[in-house]
């Protein structure tokens, strides 16, 4: 029986349930319209991010192709696989860095300018920090850092800003447990009522797998992501 699979760009979503079903279950999500062509656009600026860091002095190896790209990392786990395609491999000032690149609305670029993506965004520094472990050992060994590269796509500015954060061994390791931990598991597990109330607002499986939380209970976690933020590649 094949390995459950877990997409990079997921295993920082805050719920279990959500993660069992996608890459134990293999339930397929449904998608709205307009989340794919949230996501749709993302993808498309996606080499316009780039062409403009380079512009801005940084030296990049891109990883073109979104979902579809050449080069996927991938790391086996007790139980699991843990994959993904990654951005690109910045380098400015000596520095090598993991970088992806996030298209966010006028709303979410503000949020997160003002309080970094560890507080707003923490799924996104999940991802680029596991990005970062798995390039590290099949790519390049001296990547020291990892980062954010946010385009407002209501109103952009030049340069694009990039928040940079030293790689976390122990960030990963995290990471990588919870999804051993969510791999062993023989049945649906149940909703955590603390996860901020976006997860349940924006996920396809709520009404057909999942029944979600009463949002009026966690209104505190409204001010995290919205669906103006592209949620990433795989």
Known sequence: MPLPIFRVSSLGHACDRK????????????????????????????????????????????????QEADVELRHEADGCV????????????GMIVMLDAKTMNSRAWAEWRKHGAEVKYPQYVTQVQLYAFMARKSINPNITHVGIAGLN??????????EIMGYDDLHVAV??????????????????????????????FKGTECDGLDLSTNKEHDDL??????????
């Open 19 to 66: 993660l069992w079903l996608q890459s134990v279950a293999l339930a397929e999500e449904p998608r709205t319209l307009q989340s794919q062509l949230t996501m749709d656009i993302g993808t498309a600026l996606e080499p316009v991010i780039m062409e403009y860091l380079e512009l801005d002095g940084w030296t990049i190896d891109y990883n073109p192709g979104s």
């Open 82 to 93: 843990i994959a993904g395609h990654y951005d690109c491999i910045a380098e400015r000032d």
């Open 153 to 162: 796509k209501d109103r952009a500015t030049f340069p694009i800003p990039v």
């Open 175 to 204: 990471a990588i447990a919870r999804a051993e931990r969510i791999a062993a598991m023989t049945a649906l597990p149940p909703v955590d009522p603390n996860i901020p109330g976006w997860c349940c607002s924006y996920c396809g």
């Open 225 to 234: 992501p919205r669906r103006g933020d592209r949620k990433g590649r795989e």
